[in-house]
Nanobody, 121 residues
Framework: QVQLVESGGGLVQPGGSLKLSCAAS????????MGWHRQAPGKERELVTA???????NYADSVKGRFTISRDNAKNTVYLQMNSLKPEDMAVYYC???????????????WGRGTQVTVSS
């Protein structure tokens, strides 16, 4: 099965920046869409941004112009550059990926365990 591991979360002051990374691993697979979701305390998990294997992207209105998603297909890794962070961006950020798992001959949809982003002065 395909596993995702996030890194790069932490504490940052309002207006600051953070870069998250998420690496996928498994026996043999191809990834279609990779994305980032977030969940703040007491709120539902929401889609922040996603990117296809071809590089098409979409963003939640709340992060447009501040966050940038990118991916390195050779490394099966997706990144989230977060600039001008606001207190309302504080949440656990989860990586998500879907595609085809050749080892198990089936589609997959995997989630990482999440990384905490805290925005506070």
């Amino acid at each position: 099965q395909v596993q995702l591991v996030e890194s790069g979360g932490g504490l940052v002051q309002p207006g600051g920046s953070l870069k998250l990374s998420c690496a996928a691993s498994g026996l043999s697979f191809s990834i279609n869409v990779m994305g980032w979701h977030r969940q703040a305390p007491g709120k539902e998990r929401e889609l922040v941004t996603a990117i296809t294997s071809g590089g098409s992207t979409n963003y939640a209105d709340s992060v447009k112009g501040r966050f940038t998603i990118s991916r390195d297909n050779a490394k099966n890794t997706v990144y989230l550059q977060m600039n001008s962070l606001k207190p309302e961006d504080m949440a656990v950020y989860y990586c998500n990926a879907d595609g085809w798992d050749y080892a198990y001959r089936r589609p997959f949809n995997s989630w990482g365990r999440g990384t905490q982003v805290t925005v506070s002065s």
